[in-house]
């Protein structure tokens, strides 16, 4: 099974909270799994990715969790601010292929 | 340094037309992708390329092809155009060709009337 199951499709946050996504996936074949956040008129851009060897990694504000067992993984924004309103993406692809299978996009916004 | 540079960035057909959309890497990266993103959705894998040659092609009809440079640029070519291929199609550069971090250009916003 190709597909990465992404939810919720939408999320409100006050500023200062924490914003909550999560990816589910079928095929144990996958081995890398992006995140991707996308604003307006402009590309996905790369946020933080992971590899299954292990189970979380953090980059400033952005933390992926990632549960080999249960196949899941999930993007957590601490502290989020307006200008995290967007359009965030998970994504995993297989070990010999740069092709991205995406989830179906969560639109995030922050209010003040 | 330059980002994924894609061109044009908007373009509007009528049905049966054919078209070319361009895409250069980020220097030194080796590997495009191509992408389609209808308004809504999640990016969909059309192909990729790696040093000219073809390393993987999504589910998409034979009216979509693609071609790689030398210097790694890349054409995403579209003929006998539909009203349904009207959609923002994204171009993705990395080093190499398997399983590395992909970054995306802005996309070409092709409207189909």
């Known amino acids: 099974q190709q597909q990465v199951k992404q939810s919720p499709q939408s999320l409100i946050v006050q500023k200062g909270g924490i914003s909550i996504i999560n990816c589910a996936y079928e095929?144990?074949?996958?081995?890398?799994f992006p995140w991707y956040q996308q604003f307006p008129g402009k590309g996905p851009a790369l946020l933080i990715a992971?590899?299954?060897?292990?189970s979380e990694k953090k980059e400033g504000r952005f933390t992926i969790s990632f549960n080999k067992s249960a196949k899941q993984f999930s993007l957590h924004i601490m502290d989020s601010q307006p200008g995290d309103s967007a359009t965030y993406f998970c994504?995993?692809?297989?070990?010999?292929?740069?092709?991205?299978?995406f989830g179906t996009g969560t639109r995030l916004q922050v209010f003040p | 340094d330059a980002g994924v540079t894609q061109s044009p960035t908007h373009l509007i057909k009528t049905r049966g037309q054919h078209v070319t959309l361009r895409c250069s890497p980020i220097?030194?990266?080796?590997?495009v992708s191509w992408y389609q993103q209808v308004l809504g959705q999640g990016p969909q894998f059309i192909f990729q390329?790696?040093?000219?040659?073809?390393?993987g092609r999504g589910n998409f009809p034979d009216r979509f092809s693609a071609r790689q440079f030398p210097n790694y640029s890349s054409e995403l070519n579209v003929n006998a155009l539909l009203l349904g291929d009207s959609a923002l199609y994204l171009c993705?550069?990395?080093?190499?060709?398997?399983?590395?971090?992909?970054?995306f250009g802005d996309g070409t916003r092709l409207s189909i009337l």
């Open positions: 220097s030194g990266h080796k590997s």
């Open positions: 993705a550069s990395s080093p190499g060709p398997r399983n590395q971090p992909q970054h």
């Open positions: 390329y790696y040093e000219k040659e073809e390393r």
């Open positions: 994504a995993a692809s297989m070990k010999n292929t740069d092709k991205l299978i």
């Open positions: 095929n144990t074949a996958f081995d890398y």
């Open positions: 992971i590899r299954p060897d292990v």
